[in-house]
């Protein structure tokens, strides 16, 4: 693939931000489908350096437009992510400062906040939020499951809802369609299940290993009921969250075992949302974003929280000859390794950590005529800055209460000369609430005390540390020592950010 890095002697001498030239006139009528996986590492795709897996559809995005190398999650778990990629802003500024919403929680984003599918909706689309959600249900404190899940995706701007409540294998083990639980068992109250026993109150479980085979069907049914309107597909499959469940069909047709037969999985769910806008001949005006939510859980570098989980959840499979799935799932991450598979690449870290494995992820973009097909980009961007991005495109003004930490990056997507980075930095935290700042070429991990209960592996990752990723990007030497001028300059930004409420300039 060919290459746009901007040398450093001509990064200088370029005096313009990007080119003088307008990037495109504001366009209402270009349709957009974000894909966005669970738990897809840097290294899990055959078009990032994978070779124990063939990932052909989502390759094919790559050839037909353009792949990131330093794209970044707005944290390592995913509740932060998606509030991120939904609102433009930072999930640190809100009360979830740790981990990822509980499966009763309520409405995490404020229904009188600008998001993605406000801002579609206001611009005559119509939207669908298909797949995973986890970004919580109804008015609070907790959710009413046998009540309208309203407040819900509908009520932030979605004209349709299908979906996980919040993860695969999450003790709902229910699907939501717009603002109900579906397969309610009349007469009888619903309850969540426990990691002892199922739900009550269902005529029917969810069955794991036809999970993503649904939501896929699902994604399909509604592009092909869009009749010539503008969309906006919010597409996102449970692939390749814990536990693995690949269906049949997709099982021994990779070289990493029951891992790599899951991302199969997600590749052809990917391949059956292009297909159909091919088939529907409007492949050519619509702009696809393929990304994941955080990095790889790469399990010979520990495993935690949802791993364990997921491990300890009973299964409901439709197909389990000779044990195929029960006798793996668990250690389906160390096979794959075993097999010389590299979750995240040669990235240090994994979900839930404060490395680079738990943040770069793939990111690719597709926009035929516009984004210029078969190259890489090398910008730093984050998911935080899909909102900015796409009112650009389509028009509209992010105003001063939205968006907060979200950047217009419209330029590197079309490939445009920059005469310096767009963004001016970019802020992470892992699952316990660790931070680090990323600027240029210096990532800087912020040193907190921790409680006493805390795991001594979060201890550890809040220390002193300072990294090159120039130099270093599998994060092996600490520099903090050696360089006190970058470390003050990036501690004084990152109390800056937090002070003034906002990262992105209005």
Excluded at 52 to 66: C, F, H, M, S
Excluded at 381 to 405: F, H, Q, R, Y
């Amino acid at each position: 693939m060919q290459s746009n890095t901007v040398s450093r002697r001509a990064f200088l001498a370029t005096t313009a931000t990007a080119v003088a030239a307008p990037l495109f006139a504001a366009d209402t009528s270009t349709n957009v489908v974000i894909i966005l996986a669970d738990d897809l590492g840097y290294g899990d795709t055959s078009c990032y350096g994978a070779t124990k897996v063939n990932t052909p559809n989502i390759d094919r995005l790559a050839r037909e437009g353009r792949r990131f190398t330093q794209a970044y999650t707005a944290s390592s778990i995913c509740s932060p992510t998606r509030y991120a990629l939904m609102t433009g802003r930072y999930c640190w500024r809100t009360s979830l400062q740790r981990q990822v919403l509980n499966v009763n929680a309520p409405l995490h984003i404020e229904t009188s906040r600008m998001t993605l599918p406000s801002m579609f909706k206001k611009r005559g689309y119509t939207s669908a939020a298909i797949g995973k959600w986890h970004l919580g249900y109804g008015p609070g404190p907790t959710v009413d499951w046998n009540q309208p899940l309203r407040p819900g995706p509908l009520e932030l701007g979605f004209s349709y809802h299908f979906g996980v409540p919040s993860n695969h294998g999450d003790l709902t083990r229910a699907y939501v369609k717009n603002d109900t639980l579906i397969n309610r068992q009349p007469g009888v109250p619903y309850q969540v299940g426990t990691k002892k026993g199922g739900p009550k109150g269902l005529t029917q479980t969810r069955v794991d290993d036809r999970v993503n085979v649904t939501l896929a069907g699902e994604a399909v049914q509604f592009l092909q009921g869009t009749n010539g309107k503008p969309f906006f597909l919010y597409f996102t499959p449970v692939a390749v969250h814990n536990p693995v469940t690949p269906n049949k069909q997709f099982r021994g047709k990779s070289q990493a075992g029951l891992y790599g037969d899951y991302i199969l999985e997600l590749d052809w769910a990917v391949g059956q949302v292009l297909n159909t806008l091919d088939k529907m001949k409007v492949s050519e005006n619509t702009l696809v974003f393929f990304s994941s939510d955080n990095g790889g859980v790469v399990m010979s570098r520990g495993g935690q929280g949802g791993e364990r989980q997921a491990a300890e959840f009973a299964l409901n499979l439709e197909n389990d000859d000779s044990e195929s799935i029960s006798a793996h799932y668990r250690i389906a991450q160390k096979e794959a390794e075993r097999a010389g598979h590299k979750i995240v690449g040669d990235l240090r870290g994994r979900k839930h950590s404060i490395y680079e494995g738990g943040f770069r992820v793939p990111f690719i973009t597709r926009w035929p005529g516009r984004v210029p097909a078969t190259t890489t980009c090398d910008e730093v961007i984050s998911l935080t800055d899909m909102l900015a991005t796409l009112a650009k495109i389509v028009g509209e003004k992010v105003p001063a209460n939205a968006g907060e930490d979200s950047y217009d990056v419209s330029p590197a997507l079309l490939g445009r000369k920059l005469a310096k980075p767009i963004r001016e930095a970019v802020v992470v935290h892992n699952a316990e609430g660790v931070f680090a700042i990323r600027q240029g070429p210096w990532k800087l991990i912020e040193t907190r005390t921790w409680d006493e209960e805390l795991q001594s592996p979060w201890r550890k990752e809040a220390t002193n540390q300072l990294y090159n990723l120039a130099n270093d990007p599998a994060e092996t030497a600490n520099v903090w020592d050696q360089n006190p001028t970058v470390v003050k300059r990036l501690t004084a930004l990152l109390a800056k950010y937090r002070k003034q409420g906002r990262s992105a300039p209005l």
